[in-house]
């Protein structure tokens, strides 16, 4: 998966440039998640902050609320949460549509036309959604802590002054540069897998319904499993570098 990972983004510089069909990925991975992602943030910004509002009612710690679903959402929720909706919508469509192609023949159709099938179908959409993810997380993080305001200062009636200076001692540019990196290799993940999946498929119309499933299952887990370690592995560099 690898080498069929890395052979097609090669191409993707070689010539004939395929931009045009980036641009289409990116529309159809980018600009049509918004809408479902602004929902899920903003439910998910509410819901958050309320579980830890009460929480931190307990220990009479209130005025942390911000901060704590700020750091929350930048560095683990906003990440993760775009990338197993982007993986179950855009994903599961990709390894539709190309297990479709594969078993209709249209991919042997283009590979005796001389067009090359990895550089034409397969390169633009992992680079769309690597380009794609951190922008679409960027509007999860945005619409959840508006969410989180909404709730902080209009329903539980917390000082908004308070609310807004705390987040903005408490986090910084490297923690959301931190989600949006992650965000960047998940759109690698689900676009790999979900791709891979999809070229591969045999066995007619059950087949690509098993390609489909297979694609998102795969690509929802590795997101889980590699932000653990991707984590980790942020956590190694900041010590190494002396970062606090």
Known sequence: MILFMTSSLRLLFSPPNRWQEILKHMEFIGNKSVAIISLTSLFTGLALS???YL????????????????????????PVLTGLIVAARAGGAMAARLGTMRVNEQIDALDVMGVNTRQ???????????????????????????????????????????FLEKIRQTVEVKHIM??????????????????YRGFYTTGGAKG???ATNQGVVTSMVMVIVIDY???????????????Q
Not at 122 to 146: E, G, K, N, S, Y
Not at 184 to 190: D, E, M, P, Q
């Open 50 to 52: 309320l579980q830890i």
């Open 55 to 78: 929480g931190f009612k307990i220990i009479n710690a209130v005025n942390l609320v911000g901060p704590t679903v700020a750091l929350g959402v930048t560095r683990e929720l906003g």
């Open 120 to 162: 034409y179908l397969i390169a633009p959409r992992i680079f769309a959604a690597i380009i794609c993810m951190p922008l679409l997380t960027a509007v999860f993080d945005f619409v959840a802590m508006v969410g989180s305001y909404i709730l902080v200062v209009f329903i539980v009636d917390l000082d908004k002054a308070i």
């Open 178 to 195: 931190e989600g949006l990196f992650k965000s960047a290799i998940f759109g690698l993940i689900f676009g790999l897998v979900c791709t």
């Open 208 to 210: 690509v319904g098993e």
């Open 229 to 243: 370690i991707v984590t980790n592995l942020i956590r190694i560099f900041y010590l190494t570098m002396g970062i």
